[in-house]
C-alpha cells in the first residue's frame, strides 16, 4: 500500500513537471534584438517590426536607434535614426507609415524626464522621418493607438503647475501628473483635436482597438515613476462616435509597465512590474481580453519575467523583445535585456 501511495505520487510530480514545461515551451527563444533595449515603443508593418528608441544603461539617457525585425528572413537590421531620440515614446502604424508620438528626453539624471509635445512620422518606403505638427500636450508614457483612419493618444506623465511651463522635467522639483488626456490626430490634415477624457488616470498601461473601440487596461496611477506609484487593473473603453469611456471588468492582474497587442477580436497583455515595501516584482503573466464577452483567459506565461518592453503580432504570432527582467532601481544592476521571444495563436 505505501509503495502504490509512493509511486502514485511520484507520478503525479511527474506529470506536474512535465505540465509546467510544457507550458513554458509554449513560448519560444527567438533572434535577440541587435543591442539590449527598454523603455522603447514598437509597430508592425506586414512582416516588419520597428523598433523605436529607448533608454541607454548604464547612462540611462534617451536614445534614438531604430531596429527592424523582418520575420521572413528572420533577421535584425538598423534604419534611419529617430529626428530626436526619446525613451516612453507613444508609437502606432497606419497606412505603411510609423508614427510616433511624445516621449522624455535629456541628458540623464533629472534632465532625462523632460516631456516632450513632438511628433514625427516614419516612412519605411522611402527610410526618411516628416516633423507633425505637435500635440497639444506635451507627455511621455502614453499610449497611440489607429482607429478609422484617426490617430489617438491616450494618457501619458508631465508636469504641472499653472506657474510654470508644462515641458519641465518629471525630477525638477514640479509637481507630476499623470493625465487622462485623449488627443485625436488627423494624419489627412496634420490637425488635432480634444476629445473626452478617460475615467482613470494612467501611464504605463496597454490601448488597443478592438471593433470600433479603444481599451485602456492596467498602467500606473498617482505618479509616473514605479517606486512612488500604484498600479491598476481597471479596464475602460472608449467609442469614438459617442465621445464617451466606459468602465468595463477588471483584468486578472495588477500591474503597469506593460505590454501587448490585439489580433482577432482580443487583445493580449503581458509583463510589467509593481513595487511595495516588501518587495520588487516583474510579471511574466500573459492573459488575453474578449471586448465582446468582457472577460478574460490566463494563457501559458512568457519565460522570462520583464517590463518596460515591445510587443506586437507578426500574423498569428506574438513577438515580445528588450525591457528588463527586474523591476527598477537596484543600484549598480544593468537588468536590460535583448531577449526575444515568440508566442503562436492558434484560435
Known amino acids: 500500500m505505501k509503495a502504490s501511495w509512493i509511486l502514485a505520487s511520484l507520478i503525479a510530480v511527474a506529470l506536474s513537471f512535465s505540465s509546467a514545461h510544457a507550458e513554458d515551451c509554449a513560448w519560444r527563444m527567438a533572434k535577440p534584438m541587435p543591442v539590449a533595449?527598454?523603455?522603447?515603443?514598437?509597430?508592425?508593418?506586414?512582416?516588419?517590426?520597428?523598433?523605436?528608441?529607448?533608454?541607454?544603461?548604464?547612462?540611462?539617457?534617451?536614445?534614438?536607434?531604430?531596429?527592424?525585425?523582418?520575420?521572413?528572413?528572420?533577421?535584425?537590421?538598423?534604419?534611419?535614426?529617430?529626428?530626436?531620440?526619446?525613451?516612453?515614446?507613444?508609437?502606432?502604424?497606419?497606412?505603411?507609415?510609423?508614427?510616433?508620438?511624445?516621449?522624455?528626453?535629456?541628458?540623464?539624471?533629472?534632465?532625462?524626464?523632460?516631456?516632450?509635445?513632438?511628433?514625427?512620422?516614419?516612412?519605411?518606403?522611402?527610410?526618411?522621418?516628416?516633423?507633425?505638427?505637435?500635440?497639444?500636450?506635451?507627455?511621455?508614457?502614453?499610449?497611440?493607438?489607429?482607429?478609422?483612419?484617426?490617430?489617438?493618444?491616450?494618457?501619458?506623465?508631465?508636469?504641472?503647475?499653472?506657474?510654470?511651463?508644462?515641458?519641465?522635467?518629471?525630477?525638477?522639483?514640479?509637481?507630476?501628473?499623470?493625465?487622462?488626456?485623449?488627443?485625436?490626430?488627423?494624419?489627412?490634415?496634420?490637425?488635432?483635436?480634444?476629445?473626452?477624457?478617460?475615467?482613470?488616470?494612467?501611464?504605463?498601461?496597454?490601448?488597443?482597438?478592438?471593433n470600433g473601440e479603444i481599451y485602456a487596461i492596467d498602467g500606473r496611477i498617482g505618479l509616473p515613476f514605479v517606486t512612488k506609484s500604484d498600479v491598476t487593473d481597471l479596464v475602460e473603453a472608449y467609442n469614438p462616435k459617442t465621445d464617451s469611456w466606459t468602465f468595463k471588468s477588471r483584468s486578472p492582474t495588477r500591474r503597469g509597465g506593460v505590454s501587448g497587442a490585439a489580433y482577432n477580436g482580443k487583445i493580449y497583455v503581458t509583463g510589467g512590474e509593481y513595487q511595495d515595501p516588501e518587495g520588487k516584482r516583474t510579471f511574466w503573466a500573459f492573459e488575453s481580453y474578449d471586448p465582446a464577452t468582457d472577460t478574460w483567459q490566463t494563457l501559458p506565461h512568457m519565460q522570462i519575467a520583464r517590463h518596460g518592453f515591445v510587443a506586437g503580432f507578426i500574423g498569428n504570432e506574438f513577438h515580445v523583445a528588450g525591457g528588463s527582467f527586474q523591476s527598477d532601481g537596484m543600484p549598480g544592476i544593468n537588468a536590460q535585456m535583448d531577449t526575444h521571444e515568440v508566442f503562436a495563436v492558434t484560435k
Open 37 to 210: 533595449q527598454s523603455e522603447n515603443s514598437s509597430a508592425v508593418i506586414g512582416d516588419k517590426w520597428y523598433i523605436i528608441g529607448g533608454i541607454n544603461v548604464p547612462l540611462t539617457a534617451p536614445v534614438g536607434s531604430v531596429v527592424v525585425y523582418d520575420a521572413k528572413a528572420d533577421s535584425w537590421s538598423q534604419v534611419k535614426d529617430m529626428p530626436e531620440p526619446a525613451h516612453h515614446t507613444a508609437t502606432v502604424a497606419l497606412d505603411g507609415k510609423v508614427y510616433v508620438f511624445g516621449g522624455f528626453v535629456g541628458t540623464g539624471g533629472a534632465r532625462q524626464w523632460q516631456p516632450i509635445a513632438d511628433a514625427f512620422s516614419y516612412d519605411p518606403k522611402t527610410d526618411t522621418w516628416t516633423k507633425l505638427a505637435p500635440m497639444p500636450t506635451a507627455r511621455g508614457s502614453a499610449e497611440a493607438v489607429a482607429l478609422d483612419g484617426k490617430i489617438y493618444v491616450i494618457g501619458g506623465a508631465h508636469t504641472h503647475d499653472h506657474d510654470r511651463e508644462m515641458k519641465e522635467p518629471l525630477w525638477a522639483g514640479v509637481p507630476n501628473i499623470v493625465g487622462t488626456t485623449v488627443e485625436e490626430y488627423d494624419p489627412a490634415t496634420n490637425t488635432w483635436r480634444e476629445r473626452a477624457p478617460m475615467q482613470t488616470e494612467r501611464n504605463h498601461f496597454l490601448a488597443a482597438a478592438v
